[in-house]
Nanobody
Framework: QVQLVESGGGLVQAGGSLRLSCAAS????????MGWFRQAPGKERELVAA????????YYADSVKDRFTISRDNAKNTVYLQMNSLKPEDTAVYYC????????????????WGQGTQVTVSS
């Protein structure tokens, strides 16, 4: 069983930055691929970014490329999402997710989920 706890959400003005963190309680964190999803009101949940266990392979949705960066610290069992140049359309609940690292980085198949953290970008 994997438990995930997100932090770092909040309210920021357009053009600003936030860094989300996700702490995982699992002994073999390094064997899991990690992802960040988001869900805006009235919209489906979408995969924003993902990173494989070695950190060398990442995926980004087109809408966040060159603005968001996913990274991980396997020693701390933590994955991060650095969000820069935020836009009002980035407003959503952001979820951390984990899965055994058996799929390509662009796969949206994840097994474990955090509770979500709200990110609100004002114009």
């Amino acid at each position: 069983q994997v438990q995930l706890v997100e932090s770092g959400g909040g309210l920021v003005q357009a053009g600003g930055s936030l860094r989300l963190s996700c702490a995982a309680s699992v002994r073999t964190f390094g064997r899991y691929a990690m992802g960040w999803f988001r869900q805006a009101p009235g919209k489906e949940r979408e995969l924003v970014a993902a990173i494989r266990w070695r950190g060398g392979s990442t995926y980004y949705a087109d809408s966040v490329k060159d603005r968001f960066t996913i990274s991980r610290d396997n020693a701390k069992n933590t994955v991060y999402l650095q969000m820069n140049s935020l836009k009002p359309e980035d407003t959503a609940v952001y979820y951390c997710a984990a899965r055994p690292d058996i799929y390509s980085s662009d796969s949206a198949l994840f097994d474990y989920w955090g509770q979500g953290t709200q990110v609100t970008v004002s114009s």
